[in-house]
């Protein structure tokens, strides 16, 4: 699986993170609207999330995870 934003391959470096609206983007796409916007705003639904929601303190999307990995495998 990719970022909808970004399109890359989650990875190790690129972690899929879950955010509160259920919706699932990379970290270093977190990253870049949060420093921008000092708090989440999801490009899709654009629910505005808390100042204090960093990107690093969202849950882990695991199965979007193991699906990249499993793509790079074959």
Not at 60 to 72: E, I, P, R, T, W
Request: glycine share 2%.
């Amino acid at each position: 699986m990719e970022c909808p934003m970004c399109w890359e391959l989650y990875a190790q470096n690129r972690v899929a993170r879950n955010l509160l609206c259920g919706h699932t983007y990379c970290s270093i796409c977190l990253e870049t609207i949060f420093n921008i916007h000092k708090r989440i705003e999801c490009p899709l639904c654009r629910t505005k999330h808390e100042p204090h929601i960093k990107p690093n303190l969202l849950s882990k999307n695991y199965v979007a995870m193991d699906l990249a990995s499993k793509f790079l495998e074959v």
